[in-house]
């Protein structure tokens, strides 16, 4: 994928931070958009700006100006997401909310910005595994997960004549910051571990190869679908 230019939204995460480092060693051109704060100085990106997915404007404004950077954008990846697990019944209102805008919203966003500015290229969003099974106090989160997995379904049609293609990952617990209050908790991370087929919980590495799977050109025939790289966590029962 030498010379492609991506776009990658939630850098600084950790699946972003891999999917970064994997792509600069592929030697393609950078576009990173981060929520907080950048930490890719010492890669040479062709752009590194704030940008606030939960809000249409600035996420038209962003990829609007990555595109004026380069001759053509051939991928867009959106990886903002929250993990806030709680039965319904201790869920606030501005729980639910949070969630949603977090997660749902923001590829929204996304897909509505890559619709109105983008050609001949593939986005990719981010699900949860936890979607396709049911586990216990995941109520908010699937919500907002399964929304995404309909969404990438609708999008490849809507947006079939501009040849861009939507898809989504959906991954089993995988060791970031973000599942920090997991995988730091010994007996909540050996759970997890047992749910698990391969026995292991994920790294950021492993999503990081379905997600240049999906952002290379080659692969350009799939476009609607949501890959589980999940360990074997939505599809075989321990």
């Given at each position: 994928?030498?010379?492609?230019?991506?776009?990658?939204?939630?850098?600084?995460?950790?699946?972003?931070?891999?999917?970064?480092?994997?792509?600069?060693?592929?030697?393609?051109?950078?576009?990173?958009?981060?929520?907080?704060?950048?930490?890719?100085?010492?890669?040479?990106?062709?752009?590194?700006?704030?940008?606030?997915?939960?809000?249409?404007?600035?996420?038209?404004?962003?990829?609007?100006?990555?595109?004026?950077?380069?001759?053509?954008?051939?991928?867009?990846?959106?990886?903002?997401?929250?993990?806030?697990?709680?039965?319904?019944?201790?869920?606030?209102?501005?729980?639910?909310?949070?969630?949603?805008?977090?997660?749902?919203?923001?590829?929204?966003?996304?897909?509505?910005?890559?619709?109105?500015?983008?050609?001949?290229?593939?986005?990719?969003?981010?699900?949860?595994?936890?979607?396709?099974?049911?586990?216990?106090?995941?109520?908010?989160i699937v919500a907002a997960k399964a929304g995404i997995e309909s969404m990438v379904k609708s999008?490849?049609?809507?947006?079939?004549?501009?040849?861009?293609?939507?898809?989504?990952v959906a991954p089993g617990l995988v060791d970031t910051p973000l599942s920090s209050r997991i995988?730091?908790?010994?007996?909540?991370?050996?759970?997890?571990?047992?749910?698990?087929?391969?026995?292991?919980?994920?790294?950021?590495?492993?999503?990081?190869?379905?997600?240049?799977?999906?952002?290379?050109?080659?692969?350009?025939?799939?476009?609607?679908?949501?890959?589980?790289?999940?360990?074997?966590?939505?599809?075989?029962?321990?």
């Open positions: 994928m030498k010379n492609k230019n991506f776009i990658i939204i939630g850098s600084s995460g950790g699946i972003g931070k891999q999917l970064v480092s994997d792509l600069n060693n592929d030697r393609c051109g950078l576009l990173l958009g981060y929520h907080n704060e950048s930490s890719h100085m010492d890669y040479p990106v062709l752009k590194s700006e704030q940008v606030d997915c939960r809000s249409f404007e600035s996420t038209m404004s962003f990829i609007s100006d990555c595109k004026d950077e380069v001759n053509h954008i051939d991928g867009l990846v959106a990886l903002p997401g929250s993990i806030l697990l709680r039965p319904p019944h201790l869920v606030s209102e501005k729980d639910f909310e949070k969630t949603i805008d977090t997660n749902l919203k923001t590829a929204f966003s996304v897909v509505r910005a890559a619709g109105k500015l983008l050609s001949d290229s593939s986005v990719v969003l981010m699900s949860t595994a936890a979607v396709s099974i049911g586990l216990a106090n995941h109520e908010m999008a490849s049609l809507t947006y079939a004549k501009k040849s861009l293609r939507f898809n989504a995988t730091r908790n010994p007996a909540a991370l050996d759970i997890s571990i047992k749910m698990h087929t391969t026995g292991r919980i994920g790294k950021p590495q492993d999503i990081s190869s379905m997600i240049r799977f999906l952002l290379n050109p080659k692969n350009n025939w799939i476009t609607g679908q949501t890959f589980h790289v999940d360990g074997g966590l939505s599809s075989a029962k321990n």
